[in-house]
């Protein structure tokens, strides 16, 4: 049964990929990261207080509680309380979010040639589709998702064995290594709100990718040396994990701002310019490759990052196991300087130059 719960868990995990296309239909793509960040931040807030919120309800025993219905599991309390704020949350959904994202009408323009009716999924011309080609965004996309793999296959796992280095080398309780956790979260929160947002549009998404990852470095290094030194191992520890919330804070985000940037957009509305030349202008047209729209690419994008999840850990955890702590945290530190360099070299770059006359 606890299997098949998280089965459906994972199917749900779906709301994310759609949550970031919405995101992504109603924001213009200079303000497109600024605004993916709001989503790096409820998940920061929700990492931070729901586990707590949770242990809380489950110490309400309903079966002590209600003791002559029978069956009752003890801590039926927090699936109670999840599943009435997910009706609520359906509820608000059909009635509160419209359709970012609604059907175009046939018209005249749409038939082919031939007579035949052609498929709906063709944008006008815009400046931004034609900065690259087709081919050119997707091998791009490529490369990110390829990317955003091997990064969350990577953090995700060093992230994974916190509790066991926090245990083994300070002998943390819970309490301890929860106020751990729950300062990386806060931290992580307060970074993409205070800084991420607001730097991403002058420094530009992947800039920002690149300190983040950088700041993995540090901070995977810092927890190998929090190991090999023996002084001040609690200063390398919150050191460590200072450097891996700013990661935390701006990888994910940014590179799901880049990806986003790669889909065609649809065509903003003329505003300037006499009914004829709107009409000349409206002939133009480009046609929708199905890897480009949104919600294709950006699902099989955050896919990539779920996989790199699913097996990070696994992989980590055995190593911390089989190496020890030390080697997991500097392997990982000079894995991460290798993804670091790939990235410098192969994602584009998503800052315009403006050109003066």
Same mark, same amino acid.
């Given at each position: 049964m606890f299997l098949l719960a998280r089965i459906v868990a994972g199917l749900s995990e779906g709301n994310v990929q759609? #949550?970031?296309?919405?995101? #992504?239909?109603i924001t213009p793509p200079d303000q497109r990261s600024r605004s993916l960040a709001l989503v790096g931040i409820a998940f920061a807030i929700a990492f931070t207080f729901g586990p707590g919120i949770g242990a809380w309800f489950a110490s309400i025993d309903l079966s002590k509680l209600f003791p002559s219905i029978t069956g009752i599991y003890p801590y039926s309390m927090p699936a109670i309380i999840?599943?009435?704020l997910l009706t609520w949350e359906t509820i608000y959904i059909y009635k509160e979010i419209p359709e970012t994202n609604p059907p175009r009408p046939s018209s005249p323009s749409s038939s #082919?040639? $031939?007579?035949?009716?052609e498929p709906m999924n063709h944008y006008f011309k815009t400046p931004e589709n034609n900065v690259e080609s087709i081919e050119?965004?997707?091998s791009n996309l490529r490369r990110l998702k390829l990317i955003h793999g091997l990064h969350l296959f990577l953090f995700s796992g060093m992230e994974f064995t916190l509790v066991f280095l926090t245990f083994d080398v300070l002998d943390y309780s819970n309490m301890q290594q929860g106020k751990l956790l729950g300062y990386m979260g806060i931290l992580s929160a307060l970074l993409q709100g205070g800084y991420v947002r607001r730097q991403v549009g002058r420094l530009g998404e992947k800039m920002l990718v690149l300190q983040g990852m950088v700041a993995c470095v540090l901070g995977l290094s810092s927890l190998a040396m929090m190991v090999l030194s023996k002084k001040h191992p609690v200063f390398w520890l919150y050191t460590g994990v200072s450097c891996l919330a700013l990661t935390t804070g701006?990888?994910? $985000? =940014?590179l799901t701002g880049m990806a986003s940037l790669q889909c065609q957009n649809e065509p903003e509305e003329e505003k300037e310019g006499s009914n004829k030349e709107v009409e000349e202008k409206k002939e133009e047209k480009i046609v929708q490759h199905p890897l480009l729209e949104k919600g294709r690419a950006l699902g099989e994008f955050r896919s990539s990052g779920q996989l790199g999840r699913a097996l990070g850990p696994v992989s980590a =955890?055995?190593?911390?196991?089989?190496?020890g702590p030390a080697k997991c945290y500097g392997t990982g530190a000079l894995l991460m300087s290798m993804i670091t360099l790939i990235t410098l070299l192969s994602v584009p770059s998503t800052r315009k130059v403006v050109k003066t006359e």
């Open positions: 759609l #949550s970031i296309a919405i995101i #992504s239909d999840a599943i009435v #082919s040639p $031939n007579g035949e009716q050119k965004r997707i701006t990888v994910v $985000n =940014c =955890c055995g190593f911390y196991w089989l190496a």
